[in-house]
């Protein structure tokens, strides 16, 4: 059974592990940011973990299509409050951002692992995380979140992700970072048509290299709009499908909006894949 780092945590694989999401953003794409209401977010910090939640993953830059960049200030102005307090509830915590700056205030504030939307590219970043015990999760994204939704083009979707992946990963070794601390993000959403989100998902185990552990982050996305013709309110059903499609072509990790009604579909999949159909 392979075991995932994340500072001072040792978290099994043995399952889909579930990281509820806290968005700390006033224009959150799924519209539940919390802003600079620290309380307020500290309270949904609270629902994810009693859900059930095995990481929560703190987010204070919106990364939609069309965002506009936060600067770093402003960006730590919102998460360092709500991660001090959170960091001592015992669970791993998860800061998803991009700057260098921010991924240093971030793990002195007690932060265990950095997600990545753009793979650790930014100069320092990889030293940072390498300096660390945190683990960290590289995502694939084209472009920037701004204009990365405008014309995505792709020859091999796939092939291309993974080159991707590899050559982040190899660097990250080379840095000195552990394979039991790396998880790879194919990023559906980040710089894809429907198409080629539906191609990385169907290819969900070969976007990974050298079976390292997959995190699927597809809850509440415009893909699953696009499928069911549902607004962002309307998708939990589509989410919770997709998330148990992930756990079932091997994603280790499901970053999730709704963490309660995701662990219990998890719950019943794991129920019919040991015991068969239930009578």
């Not at 945190?134 to 979707?157: F, K």
């Not at 552990?178 to 998880?183: E, Q, S």
């Not at 191609?199 to 552990?213: C, S």
Request: proline fraction near 5%; charged fraction near 20%; aromatic fraction near 2%.
């Amino acid at each position: 059974m392979s075991v995932l780092h994340c500072g001072r945590f040792r978290l099994p694989l043995d399952r889909p592990l579930v990281m509820g999401i806290v968005n700390l953003t006033p224009d959150s794409f799924s519209g539940d940011g919390t802003g600079g209401d620290v309380a307020r977010a500290i309270h949904h910090a609270r629902h994810q973990l009693e859900a059930g939640a095995d990481i929560l993953d703190l987010g204070a830059e919106s990364s939609r299509p069309g965002a506009i960049p936060t600067p770093e200030m402003e960006e730590l102005r919102r998460l360092i409050p709500v991660l001090r307090e959170v960091s001592g509830w015992g669970v791993p915590v998860s800061v998803d951002t991009y700057k260098p700056v921010v991924m240093r205030a971030a793990l002195e504030a007690g932060a265990t692992m950095i997600n990545d939307i753009s793979a650790l590219i930014h100069p320092g970043a990889i030293d940072i995380v390498a300096a660390s015990d945190c683990a960290v999760c590289l995502m694939h994204m084209a472009g920037e979140p701004g204009t990365m939704q405008q014309s995505p083009s792709y020859d091999d979707v796939v092939g291309e992700v993974r080159a991707f992946l590899d050559a982040r990963v190899s660097l990250c070794r080379a840095a000195g970072i552990a394979d039991n601390r790396i998880v790879l993000d194919p990023g559906l959403g980040f710089g894809k048509t429907l198409a080629h989100n539906l191609a990385l998902f169907r290819a969900l185990t070969a976007t990974g290299v050298n079976q390292l552990p997959v995190l699927i982050g597809a809850s509440r996305k415009t893909m699953l709009g696009a499928i069911t013709g549902r607004p962002v309110e309307g998708r939990m059903a589509a989410s919770i499908a997709a998330a148990l499609l992930a756990a079932q072509k091997g994603a280790k990790i499901l970053r999730v909006h709704d963490v309660a009604e995701t662990i219990d579909a998890l719950a019943v999949l794991a129920a019919v894949e040991e015991r068969g159909v239930l009578q």
